[in-house]
């Protein structure tokens, strides 16, 4: 089973995390983080306001409550020799290589150079082909991931399409597969 590490970009906006955290739920990959890449998705919440920080401390107390075995320890400093765009990022790849990781699944790869990576045996790869590829090789789980996040959505705020709530989390090729799919 691939393992990935999910960026805290990744695991804020809900959505997003929503569909990954289903996917990975109906055992089509192994999730992971680590307690720092959990406070800096609590630290961008913050930025909102205090309330956006409270809700992202709840969601975060369930996440790991529900996936202990996703956190991994503090990694040690590993990669302070490769040349990162963003050193603030290198414990992301930290995280990866110490939980025996493959995949990084992230919004930002241009932080992640493919060539650095590859020197790692690891590689950075954006959610949506990343879910995509997931619904290519069994599509109901994804499928049932994404409309159980569509229902949430709509409960808490109202009517959206689906394709409008696929774009806004970063999702459109899997929002168009699914669509042709008649899903």
Known sequence: MVRAVLDACVLYPTVLREILIGTAEAGLYAPLWSARILAEWRHAAARLGAQHAAVAGAEIALLRLGHPEA?????????????????????????ALAAGASVIVTANLRDFPARTLSALGLRAVHPDPFLLGLWQGDA???????????????????????????????LPRLGKALERAGI
């Open 71 to 95: 956190e991994t320890p503090e990694p040690p400093a590993t990669t302070a020799g490769y040349d990162w765009p963003d050193p603030a990022d290198r414990h992301v790849v930290e995280t």
């Open 140 to 170: 109901a789980p994804v499928a049932a991931s994404v409309h159980a996040a569509h229902d949430r959505a709509q409960r808490l705020g109202g009517p959206v399409a689906l394709r409008d709530l696929m774009g806004r989390a970063r």
